[in-house]
């Protein structure tokens, strides 16, 4: 079968305005972006809430963890995505990371706990160890394949006039794989099944990898010359930055993002549970998710059609206004109220800086600029994000008793200190819109034709 592409932005009679994107690279799109967004829930949220109910209630373990994984993940992005780009393919490291992700996630259900009331030190450091060890294995090789290689596909497999509508849905995945965990998976936690949980997640992960194989397709990226190493140094150097100003302020601003949803991100599963003490909060989780979700995919849509820009600041807004209303619910209706204003607010937030980094990323260096992201999105906002969650954690030393000891608990402080984060993004944003004002940046990078949707390997 032959298939032709034709240049972005010439009129077809009939034909939509907006670019389509065929089936398989949709089905691509949901299935490998929602599994490994289910990776990615074990590993932010529940893996802190295994540490915390098997190891340690010290928030500080679950900061360290949380910033050691991040350091890992960044690192894998930097070397994987600079190498797609050096390869010209994507396919092989989605497939074949996939597959070694849910291998390496399984195998946190051999990990041995220590008791909950072990007093022994090494005994406790050691599961520590262990635990930060294999989480910072794991976070290698899935953001290998996910944060380098397949967000690098999915640039290289869009276009600005329709990534609204993909970065919309891949903004609802999370909140998709949160709602699976809290309904299907969430029991074998509370059970204590921790074994099983990762088994089942990891089986998850390795059969994706699988069905990657046959479902992404590489959009004829052209194999870059010069080596990895010099790919991470040069994507990385003040010139570059000097360079693409634009695309470094976008990042600066999801670096805000990210920062403000890892104070309370963390923790959110041990405030519901342990602070809250919502007998049903994973039935307020899935209306939550369900509502957030919907709102996500619409915020899509509504972002194509007004521009990513004129969008991101009202989606702060409504980011903002959640959690602060967080900050001071505490029955069961209230808090689905509030949640959802704060997770469709994140979600949509993060979709428009998300579609606003792709616009701006160049065309033949798809995978080199997932470092940077990492660097921007990812690592430093799990870095600073949780630090600053634990302090205000410890400082209003809000605790349970439990067996005649006290346990530190998160308390409803950590919301208004991520809203009060966020503060920084219109300054940014205004910044970003006068550095596009000038004559010598493009609003978006060059683009390349519109893809193919079905090429043979």
């Keep these: 079968m032959t298939t032709r592409t034709r240049p972005h932005g010439t009129a077809i009679a009939g034909a939509a305005t907006t670019p389509a994107l ?51 993940a960044t690192v894998a992005t930097l070397i994987v995505g600079a190498w797609s780009d050096r390869l010209g393919r994507r396919r092989e ?32 450091i050691g599961a520590v160890v262990a635990i930060i060890t294999l989480d910072c294995i794991m976070s290698f090789i899935g953001s290998g394949a996910n944060d380098a290689a397949f967000a690098a596909w999915v640039t290289d497999s869009t276009v600005p006039a329709n990534r609204g509508r993909v970065d919309g849905w891949l903004a609802t995945m999370p909140l998709v794989a949160m709602l699976l965990v809290f309904v299907l998976l969430d029991p074998m936690t509370q059970a204590g099944q921790w074994p099983a949980f990762f088994a089942l997640v990891g089986g998850i992960t390795a059969a994706t990898g699988f069905a990657a194989w046959f479902l992404v397709r590489d959009r004829g990226v ?30 600066a601003i999801w670096c805000v993002i990210g920062i403000s949803s890892q104070v309370f991100i963390p923790f959110v599963l041990i405030y519901l549970r342990y602070s809250l003490a919502l007998e049903a909060s994973a039935i307020a989780l899935g209306i939550v998710l369900i509502l957030a979700s919907a709102l996500s995919v619409v915020g899509g849509r509504v972002m194509d059609r ?47 800086v998300s579609a606003m980094t792709r616009d701006q990323t160049p065309a033949d260096r798809a995978g080199g600029v997932q470092g940077a992201r990492m660097i921007m999105a990812v690592m430093l906002p799990m870095v600073i994000g949780p630090a ?14 439990e067996l005649g000891r006290e346990h530190p608990v998160p308390g409803p402080e950590i919301f208004p200190v991520a809203a009060l984060v966020l503060l920084a993004v219109p300054v940014l944003a205004a910044l970003r819109a006068r550095v596009l004002r000038r004559p010598d940046v493009p609003a978006e990078a060059a683009e390349a034709a519109v893809p193919a949707e079905e090429t043979r390997p």
């Design 222 to 251: 052209v194999p870059r010359e010069h080596g990895v190493l010099r790919a991470v140094v040069d994507g990385l150097r003040p010139s570059t930055i000097r360079r693409e100003p634009a695309l470094f302020l976008t990042l």
């Design 306 to 352: 007004v521009g990513k820009e004129r969008f991101l600041l009202p989606a702060v807004g409504v980011f903002v206004a959640g959690l602060v209303a967080m900050a001071f619910v505490r029955d069961f209706a209230w808090v689905i109220v509030a949640a959802t204003l704060m997770m469709a607010g994140m979600m949509a937030s993060i979709a428009a």
């Design 93 to 124: 490291l989605v497939a074949g990371g996939y597959l070694a992700w849910g291998a390496v996630t399984a195998a946190f259900g051999l990990v041995g706990a220590p008791d909950a009331t072990a007093e022994a030190a090494p005994v406790l």
């Design 388 to 401: 600053i969650g634990a302090a205000v954690i410890s400082g209003a030393a809000h605790s349970y008793v």
């Design 22 to 72: 065929g089936p398989r690279t949709w089905a691509a799109i949901i299935l490998v972006g929602l599994v490994g967004q289910l990776a990615w829930v074990i590993e932010n949220m529940y893996l802190n809430l295994f540490v915390y109910e098997t190891v340690s209630t010290d928030p500080g373990v679950i900061a360290w963890m949380v910033a050691a994984s991040a350091i890992a």
